[in-house]
């Protein structure tokens, strides 16, 4: 386009804006279709997790209380109340036995009790993965349910520490006394914690995965800040939720546009 039309183009263009006298902000709303079809499903069930990481949080029953707080607000389908299994004790259990050393004829045979594992890394956390594919298992709890739509999976949430650059504002007066804020470029310790859940969704009639999703938030904080770590627990979690429930019913992406009259 030549300068001259650009020039014309331009002129045209503000004239009609002059002549638009009013203009107003319309809301729109985009629906999102689910990830998962879950139309032949009345009920759901949030069964547990395999977690691991932070002792400081039990993340098996506050994952759970939340989704289904989160669920009855956000999905039409009937949130079961029952209590949480603990999934790393059942995985462990369902393992392959090690072999046994053998046996001292005078040793004091023992009987200890067995406590849930404590899962320090997430490359631990993947040795109990082999209970989602237990397909007798699922089968068995939905059909003690009325075969609902069971989710379940693994949550790690951990401890981070990272030192880097950040910037800050700070207050300088110059020659005449006058006053700036001006941003300065720092070295700081921060720590935090990460969130990694993996939701599996299983259908309670066949025990079969019908779909799964990965997450990964983190959150750093001034090593100064002293944030509880079920604070920034929730502050993650808060993130992914969408997503989550974007997987079971329609979600809008809210908006506006700026028509002219």
Not at 17 to 34: G, H, Q, R
């Amino acid at each position: 386009m030549t300068a001259p039309i650009r020039a014309i183009v331009s002129l045209a263009l503000a004239v009609t804006l002059a002549a638009c006298t009013n203009f107003y902000e319309v809301a729109i709303e985009t629906p999102l279709k689910p990830k998962l079809d879950v139309s032949r499903f009345q009920r759901v069930l949030i069964a547990g997790f395999v977690t691991g990481g932070s002792a400081e949080v039990d993340v098996n029953l506050e994952t759970a209380r939340l989704l289904r707080s989160q669920l009855r607000n956000g999905s039409q389908l009937q949130v079961i109340d029952a209590d949480v299994l603990p999934l790393a004790e059942l995985a462990a259990e369902q393992a392959p036995a090690p072999a046994e050393p053998p046996r001292d004829p005078a040793a004091v045979p023992t009987n200890p009790t067995q406590a849930e594992p404590a899962i320090a890394s997430e490359e631990e956390l993947e040795e109990y993965e082999h209970i989602f594919a237990n397909v007798s298992f699922w089968k068995d709890l939905g059909e003690e349910y009325q075969h609902p739509l069971i989710v379940t999976g693994t949550v790690f949430f951990h401890t981070h520490q990272r030192g880097g650059m950040v910037t800050q504002e700070r207050e300088v007066y110059d020659s005449f006394g006058r006053r700036q804020v001006v941003p300065i470029r720092t070295y700081r310790d921060r720590k935090g914690y990460v969130l990694s859940p993996k939701f599996i969704f299983i259908d309670g009639e066949t025990g079969a995965t019908l779909y799964t999703e990965r997450h990964r938030e983190e959150i750093l904080y001034d090593a100064s800040q002293n944030t509880p770590a079920l604070s920034s627990y929730f502050e993650l979690m808060d993130r992914l939720m969408p997503s989550f429930l974007g997987a079971l019913s329609t979600q809008s992406i809210k908006g506006s546009r700026i028509l002219l009259k």
